[in-house]
């Protein structure tokens, strides 16, 4: 029977919280828009920026899901030892931090790499990871997974049934099942991916840069850092946000992926299955493509540990607080949030989405810039920032558990008067701990990696590890960037990794 | 007593008028067809639902504008009635404190209530390692706890089999009933309420008849409830 919902738990945090969001959102758009200087207009070099931004978006998505759509299909249908591994692992590079796998892919790709090594030893001619290639490659190694993570879910989607029912019927599978379900789930990850490409910062930075392979979000870097064009850079901020907002509108209307989706290890029964080779060949394929940079980011990183300059510990340890900070403030946030409900929440969860480290950075540079020296408050800005960009993930693994405490024990907890801060003591934190910790882990180890808004903002006092990693790169200390990726490494997933068994350590439900 | 003084109650375009009185330190069952609203005038009650018209008042003091944990009244619903993620111990002396901060002397009482419901030595387990029945005891054990001097029962216990609710009914009697409570309760099941109820109203057409005596009540059925009865 429908009752008047109760409100139960402090509804404060959650307005606070949407209060923050849209500051750091629209007020930071605002901020850039009112410093753009479009009456300059956009130069010829801005055009081939923005063209190159959405080429490389558009080839990389494009080449994720066509490569996603066999491995998924082979994933799907296939039973062997390692496939949960292997599925788990499909979920890896999103705690991965970027520069990190850039190291990776490097030591495979790069100059000196495994490829370039074996290449030269048959005589052929070596390869380049510099440039519109090697951002296209970083691009399909992270997004890649993605994309077979979300067409896995769409083919373990189709009812075993069916299946059944088509072997009986002896009906072509792939025509009447699969052609169906690809056309529904393709085009949102597709989306999905084409806008994360678009957003990606730290990837243009470290293997893209110079006229021809140069993105909007780098080009603010530049404008900001190394010209100090603050007209430009706002203009640039203004245009690159207007391209996500209309990607970020595209993804809204035509999916509700949820790439974090469980049950993945099922396989579908099939009476259909020949070429188990054609399978298993994707399968390892894939393996190696992500396997090889993890590894060599291990082989190279032991020896570099022992080169790393001490100013990397400092790093380190300043990344580690401001993932905690960061972690603590998102997950607070969101169940805020998740508690309060309501449709204004639903639009602040997915606004971050839209929103680029790097526009919500040069908002926040214009709008602290005049008052305090933003080398200052490269921290707390970088944690909010963080924390911000994270809360979307963050929600979408709490919310349906604060759902359902509402739904299941409102009722009760208002009968008995254990209402406010006593109900999310006693009833909502006890039974949430599993989402909550997940979500802290996602949003710390998110935070650990970040390589955007920190570049922005900070100096050498203030630098965070992936920024320390990416100024010894910057001077060709491949060695010791090799150990502090290493350290990156460890540091993400161990954040993750606490957060989430702290959630679930006697979690008994 | 408790009364609904010309409470009117509207849910999307169902409407329910009721205007009677409760007598208290009587067991009173609420009889009518599903969808008929006995459970939103419980809500209403309780203070989930806000109504569209009318008060309800205890011992002449105005509850209507109360919020449900601040009225003088417990409830125990068709589910969800404990915690599972707290002990048989805290959910039942979240009756005595909702903050669970509770001295001695407060679990001296726990432990009473729940040697009176029969669950002596179970205080530590958690509600899943109990059984249904057990449940039931516990969420009552709580209610005894409470003290609050009125107790709506939304079909209860309709989860348990015909012996194990007979039980329970014949177990809220000796302890809740035998301690002067006022005793609302929703069901569908004649048997219910000619097991513990001294009156019975029936709760159909949009209306709520006057409580009266729960034999005359069967043995002279209305003729709503004569059809509902069958």
């Given at each position: 029977m429908a009752q008047r919902a109760v409100a139960i738990a402090p509804r404060w945090p959650g307005t606070a919280a949407a209060v923050l969001v849209l500051v750091l959102t629209i007020g930071t758009l605002a901020a850039v828009g009112w410093r753009a200087e479009w009456q300059r207009g956009l130069s010829p070099a801005d055009w081939v920026v923005i063209r190159f931004t959405l080429h490389q978006a558009l080839v990389s998505a494009m080449l994720s899901v066509v490569l996603a759509i066999p491995v998924a299909r082979a994933l799907a249908r296939r039973q062997f030892a390692g496939r949960k591994v292997l599925v788990t692992l499909l979920g890896a590079p999103f705690l991965l931090p970027v520069i990190v796998a850039v190291i990776g892919l490097i030591a495979v790709f790069g100059r000196n790499g495994v490829v370039n090594t074996g290449l030269t030893w048959l005589g052929l001619p070596t390869v380049t990871i510099y440039g519109f290639h090697g951002v296209v490659l970083a691009h399909v190694f992270f997004n890649l997974p993605l994309a077979i993570r979300l067409i896995l879910q769409g083919w373990l989607s189709i009812p075993a049934e069916r299946f059944r029912l088509a072997a009986s019927l002896n009906m072509p599978v792939g025509r009447l099942l699969e052609w169906p379900m690809l056309r529904n789930v393709v085009p949102g990850a597709f989306l999905v991916i084409f806008l994360i490409c678009l957003t990606s910062f730290a990837v243009a930075l470290t293997l893209g840069g110079g006229p021809r392979a140069t993105t909007v979000e780098l080009a603010i870097y530049q404008a900001l850092r190394f010209d100090f064009d603050l007209g430009r850079a706002a203009m640039l901020a203004a245009i690159q946000f207007g391209l996500c907002a209309v990607a970020a509108a595209l993804v809204w209307r035509v999916t509700s992926v949820d790439a974090l989706g469980a049950g993945l290890d099922r396989v579908v029964q099939r009476w259909d299955l020949r070429w188990p080779l054609m399978d298993y060949l994707m399968i390892a394929l894939v393996a190696v493509f992500l396997l090889m940079p993890l590894a060599m980011i291990i082989w190279r990183g032991v020896p570099g540990l022992a080169l790393m300059p001490a100013s990397i510990w400092a790093a380190a340890g300043r990344s580690v607080i401001v993932a905690a900070c960061s972690a603590l403030l998102c997950v607070t946030m969101a169940l805020g949030l998740a508690l309060r409900g309501g449709s204004l929440i639903a639009v602040v969860g997915v606004l971050p989405l839209a929103a680029s480290g790097l526009v919500v950075g040069t908002g926040a540079f214009l709008l602290v810039y005049p008052v305090i020296n933003p080398a200052r408050l490269a921290l707390p800005i970088t944690i909010l920032v963080n924390a911000t960009l994270a809360l979307p993930f963050a929600l979408r693994a709490i919310a349906p558990s604060a759902t359902a405490i509402q739904r299941d024990f409102a009722r009760l907890g208002a009968s008995l008067g254990l209402t406010g801060w006593a109900f999310v003591r006693i009833v909502v934190l006890p039974r949430i701990r599993r989402p909550l910790g997940f979500g802290a882990g996602l949003a710390a180890a998110l935070s650990m990696g970040d390589l955007g808004v920190i570049a922005l903002f900070a100096g050498e006092a203030e630098q965070t590890l992936p920024l320390a990693m990416f100024r010894l790169m910057g001077a060709f200390r491949m060695e010791a960037a090799a150990g502090a990726a290493l350290l990156l490494l460890v540091l993400s997933f161990a954040a993750f990794w606490l957060c989430d068994q702290g959630g679930r350590a006697d979690a008994d439900l | 007593m408790l009364t609904c003084d010309k409470l009117l109650l509207t849910q999307d375009d169902f409407t329910l008028m009721a205007d009677i009185t409760f007598p208290a330190g009587k067991v009173t069952a609420l009889i009518g067809p599903s969808g008929a609203g006995k459970s939103t005038l419980l809500a209403a009650i309780t203070g989930f639902l806000a109504p569209a018209a009318g008060r309800v008042l205890w011992q002449g003091d105005d509850l209507t504008g109360l919020a449900p944990g601040a009225r003088p009244i417990s409830a125990i619903f068709q589910d969800n009635n404990l915690f599972p993620h707290l002990t048989i111990r805290q959910n039942v002396g979240l009756g005595l404190r909702p903050t669970l901060r509770l001295t001695r002397n407060e679990l001296t009482q726990v432990e009473h209530a729940l040697d009176a419901v029969g669950?002596?030595?179970?205080?530590?387990?958690?509600?899943?390692?109990?059984s249904g029945g057990q449940q039931s005891r516990a969420a009552l054990a709580r209610v005894l706890l409470a003290q609050r001097p009125v107790v709506l029962l939304d079909e209860p216990f309709a989860a348990l089999g015909p012996g194990l609710k007979d039980e329970m009914l014949d177990l809220v009697q000796a302890t809740l009933g035998a301690a002067g409570r006022t005793l609302l309760m929703v069901t569908h099941d004649p048997s219910d309420a000619k097991r513990i109820a001294d009156q019975a109203a029936f709760v159909g057409d949009g209306q709520v008849s006057a409580p009266i005596s729960t034999d005359v009540f069967f043995r002279d059925p209305s003729p709503a409830l004569a059809a509902y009865l069958g």
């Amino acid at each position: 029977m429908a009752q008047r919902a109760v409100a139960i738990a402090p509804r404060w945090p959650g307005t606070a919280a949407a209060v923050l969001v849209l500051v750091l959102t629209i007020g930071t758009l605002a901020a850039v828009g009112w410093r753009a200087e479009w009456q300059r207009g956009l130069s010829p070099a801005d055009w081939v920026v923005i063209r190159f931004t959405l080429h490389q978006a558009l080839v990389s998505a494009m080449l994720s899901v066509v490569l996603a759509i066999p491995v998924a299909r082979a994933l799907a249908r296939r039973q062997f030892a390692g496939r949960k591994v292997l599925v788990t692992l499909l979920g890896a590079p999103f705690l991965l931090p970027v520069i990190v796998a850039v190291i990776g892919l490097i030591a495979v790709f790069g100059r000196n790499g495994v490829v370039n090594t074996g290449l030269t030893w048959l005589g052929l001619p070596t390869v380049t990871i510099y440039g519109f290639h090697g951002v296209v490659l970083a691009h399909v190694f992270f997004n890649l997974p993605l994309a077979i993570r979300l067409i896995l879910q769409g083919w373990l989607s189709i009812p075993a049934e069916r299946f059944r029912l088509a072997a009986s019927l002896n009906m072509p599978v792939g025509r009447l099942l699969e052609w169906p379900m690809l056309r529904n789930v393709v085009p949102g990850a597709f989306l999905v991916i084409f806008l994360i490409c678009l957003t990606s910062f730290a990837v243009a930075l470290t293997l893209g840069g110079g006229p021809r392979a140069t993105t909007v979000e780098l080009a603010i870097y530049q404008a900001l850092r190394f010209d100090f064009d603050l007209g430009r850079a706002a203009m640039l901020a203004a245009i690159q946000f207007g391209l996500c907002a209309v990607a970020a509108a595209l993804v809204w209307r035509v999916t509700s992926v949820d790439a974090l989706g469980a049950g993945l290890d099922r396989v579908v029964q099939r009476w259909d299955l020949r070429w188990p080779l054609m399978d298993y060949l994707m399968i390892a394929l894939v393996a190696v493509f992500l396997l090889m940079p993890l590894a060599m980011i291990i082989w190279r990183g032991v020896p570099g540990l022992a080169l790393m300059p001490a100013s990397i510990w400092a790093a380190a340890g300043r990344s580690v607080i401001v993932a905690a900070c960061s972690a603590l403030l998102c997950v607070t946030m969101a169940l805020g949030l998740a508690l309060r409900g309501g449709s204004l929440i639903a639009v602040v969860g997915v606004l971050p989405l839209a929103a680029s480290g790097l526009v919500v950075g040069t908002g926040a540079f214009l709008l602290v810039y005049p008052v305090i020296n933003p080398a200052r408050l490269a921290l707390p800005i970088t944690i909010l920032v963080n924390a911000t960009l994270a809360l979307p993930f963050a929600l979408r693994a709490i919310a349906p558990s604060a759902t359902a405490i509402q739904r299941d024990f409102a009722r009760l907890g208002a009968s008995l008067g254990l209402t406010g801060w006593a109900f999310v003591r006693i009833v909502v934190l006890p039974r949430i701990r599993r989402p909550l910790g997940f979500g802290a882990g996602l949003a710390a180890a998110l935070s650990m990696g970040d390589l955007g808004v920190i570049a922005l903002f900070a100096g050498e006092a203030e630098q965070t590890l992936p920024l320390a990693m990416f100024r010894l790169m910057g001077a060709f200390r491949m060695e010791a960037a090799a150990g502090a990726a290493l350290l990156l490494l460890v540091l993400s997933f161990a954040a993750f990794w606490l957060c989430d068994q702290g959630g679930r350590a006697d979690a008994d439900l | 007593m408790l009364t609904c003084d010309k409470l009117l109650l509207t849910q999307d375009d169902f409407t329910l008028m009721a205007d009677i009185t409760f007598p208290a330190g009587k067991v009173t069952a609420l009889i009518g067809p599903s969808g008929a609203g006995k459970s939103t005038l419980l809500a209403a009650i309780t203070g989930f639902l806000a109504p569209a018209a009318g008060r309800v008042l205890w011992q002449g003091d105005d509850l209507t504008g109360l919020a449900p944990g601040a009225r003088p009244i417990s409830a125990i619903f068709q589910d969800n009635n404990l915690f599972p993620h707290l002990t048989i111990r805290q959910n039942v002396g979240l009756g005595l404190r909702p903050t669970l901060r509770l001295t001695r002397n407060e679990l001296t009482q726990v432990e009473h209530a729940l040697d009176a419901v029969g669950l002596s030595g179970l205080g530590s387990r958690k509600p899943g390692a109990l059984s249904g029945g057990q449940q039931s005891r516990a969420a009552l054990a709580r209610v005894l706890l409470a003290q609050r001097p009125v107790v709506l029962l939304d079909e209860p216990f309709a989860a348990l089999g015909p012996g194990l609710k007979d039980e329970m009914l014949d177990l809220v009697q000796a302890t809740l009933g035998a301690a002067g409570r006022t005793l609302l309760m929703v069901t569908h099941d004649p048997s219910d309420a000619k097991r513990i109820a001294d009156q019975a109203a029936f709760v159909g057409d949009g209306q709520v008849s006057a409580p009266i005596s729960t034999d005359v009540f069967f043995r002279d059925p209305s003729p709503a409830l004569a059809a509902y009865l069958g």
